[in-house]
């Protein structure tokens, strides 16, 4: 869902004193007694794709002047050609000329993640397979990009190191094995905090599938080897949800789905999304 605006606000905030600094000088320039006119403005796709971010995109501009007036030609989540009008931003000029490069940034950065994560879903659309996003965002855009990523169709998996506990390669190393990483968290945690266990051969599988886990995730694995596991898991420990992890794009995310896991994840909706191209146009 969309982050509450307490939340998002001192954001927004942060990134449009990044961009205005001590002033608009182009814009003060051209209004330098700031009585700016009312105008309008439109934002158009120059690509096809899904949109994301509209209403943080209407935020930005309230945050300079809640007199502006942003309306919502398209919607989050709808898919948009090339050429179709997204928004109308009506308010002072200054306003709409000050706004516009962060608006614009947020909602073409959105918009790309969410167009790849719908490309994503699209190829396990056949399966009972979720696709779910990773903790691999840009610091300070997670909120954001988790949201696009929601938008585009996929499932969040966690937001921070604070919503469950996952016990990778390096925390099983420190931890001696993952019987003994296991233990340990399990002595500290609330009784309600899921618990997932990265693996990455069928000897760790086994270990892991005994000791009553919430989520056991199939790391870098071979598609044989992956069956052989999934195979065990069902078996042993039907009420262990499977998760399949490590280099999964799109033109190979449809054999692992059709193993039979009940998540893919993988950060390629982000790492590897490029911006929708959106222009806006001042309309006098």
């Keep these: 869902m969309l982050p509450p605006f307490i939340v998002l606000d001192p954001i927004l905030e942060d990134w449009l004193r990044e961009d205005i600094g001590r ?67 009506n308010g002072s000029l200054a306003t709409l000329l000050m706004g516009e490069r962060v608006a614009l940034n947020l909602v073409m950065r959105l918009s790309g993640i969410a167009s790849t994560t719908a490309e994503y879903v699209k190829a396990i659309a056949s399966s009972k397979t979720h696709l779910v996003d990773t903790r691999k965002t840009i610091p300070g855009m997670r909120l954001l990009e988790k949201y696009a990523t929601f938008i585009g169709g996929a499932i969040n ?31 500290h945690i609330p009784f309600t905090t899921s618990i997932e266990v990265e693996t990455e051969s069928i000897v760790q599988v086994k270990e892991a599938m005994h000791l009553n886990l ?8 071979s598609l044989s080897m992956m069956r052989e ?20 794009m799109l033109n190979t995310i449809a054999q692992v789905a059709e193993l039979g896991v009940d998540y893919i994840s993988t950060s390629a909706m982000v790492t590897r999304s490029h911006w929708l191209d959106i222009s806006m146009r001042i309309r006098n």
């Excluded at 006119?37 to 120059?46: E, N, S």
């Design 23 to 89: 002033g608009d000088r182009s814009t003060s320039g051209l209004f330098p007694d700031g009585n700016a006119p009312i105008g309008k403005a439109v934002w158009i796709a120059k690509a096809d794709g899904v949109v994301a971010g509209l209403p943080i995109a209407a935020r930005v501009f309230k945050l300079l002047d809640d007199s502006v007036n942003f309306v919502m030609i398209a919607q989050d989540g709808q898919p948009v050609k090339s050429g179709d009008l997204l928004a109308e931003i």
């Design 157 to 187: 998996h966690r937001y921070g190191l604070d919503d469950a506990v996952m016990l990778k390669d390096n925390h099983i190393a420190a931890a001696g094995g993952i019987t003994e990483a296991v233990q340990r968290v399990r002595e």
């Design 214 to 221: 919430d989520v056991i995730m199939l790391d870098n694995m």
């Design 229 to 248: 596991a999934i195979a065990l898991i069902r078996q042993h420990t039907p009420h262990t949800k499977i998760e399949a992890s490590g280099n999964i």
